[in-house]
């Protein structure tokens, strides 16, 4: 299988990898994989077809350079611009308090990537709701490779995630086994069986997009969030709902933490780009002192 090849000049210094990497669900994720050039490879199921993506920046040229294989290769690259943050909009914000002053200064060239794909964001993020990441990381990839399918091109160990047909039809006792919990599971399923409806709300104002996703029994706020700042790039998609979130930012901006309505209240002079924010202080690394004990994963679902 031949690769189609694209090579992009963006009008910024883009960190391709970085930008990228936001679609990564943990290090052992099998639809995301760093080969040892330090390419970022994604499986992707694109529109027109099950597609492998390789990119990888050239410092000399300031390019960004990507090959990719399988039927939906010509979508994939054609998307590589606004996936990497090319029609992100900054225009409107103003960071204000020296620590995201100093985070800007610190990383000029981040962007919101959108990748266009709804599914793609939504059903890991179902998988992450009110579990720690390592049970959620694992859920994930059990669910890719005892459903999913091996992705086109050269690389011997990338997946696509299931299609939707194919997650309407996992059995209950596999979403144990993957310790996914009946209220999640029966939540992707809801959103596996209106997925055509789910992927057009990328071409909505974000505000409708929100509505319209978040009427799918099991997905609230959080889930929708999470799903919006990846497939939609939008930047107010902040995670209220978050374990960490609102007490981090709190902490970061007046060295208390908050829950989400003093959250709500802490980002209302950034709105329009509240995930913006977020974003900027997690770069810095700006999180609260971590007192107590951490959550564990749960031990009454079978293994």
Known sequence: MEAVERRWRPAWPCPARQILSVARRGAGDPTYRVDDAGAHWRGIRAPTGPTALRVWETASSGEVCAEAWGEGAEWV???????????????????????????????PH????????VMEA??????EQKVTGQEAFMGFRRLVRAH???????HPDLWLQPDPQRLVAVPSWDWLRF???????????????????????????????DRRMRSVPGIGVWTSAETRVRAHGDPDAVSFGDYHVAADIGWALT??????????????EWAGHRYRVQGLLGLAGAHRPRRGPRMSPRGHLPG
Do not use: K, N
Not at 80 to 104: I, K, N, Y
Not at 110 to 117: A, E, V
């Open 110 to 117: 981040w962007r919101i990537g959108r990748t266009g794909l």
């Open 122 to 127: 939504l059903v890991p993020a179902i998988i």
């Open 148 to 154: 999913g399918s091996r992705a086109p091109g050269p």
């Open 77 to 107: 690259l054609d998307q590589l611009p606004q996936m990497l943050g090319a029609e992100d909009d900054w225009s409107g914000f103003e960071p204000r308090h020296p620590l995201l002053v100093e985070a800007r200064r610190r990383h």
């Open 179 to 209: 310790r996914v919990d009946p209220a999640r599971s029966r939540a992707v399923v809801a959103a596996a069986r209106v997925a055509g409806s789910l992927e057009r709300l990328t071409g909505l104002p974000h505000p409708e997009a």
């Open 255 to 268: 060295g208390e933490p908050v829950d989400d309505a003093g959250l709500a209240v802490l980002l209302r």
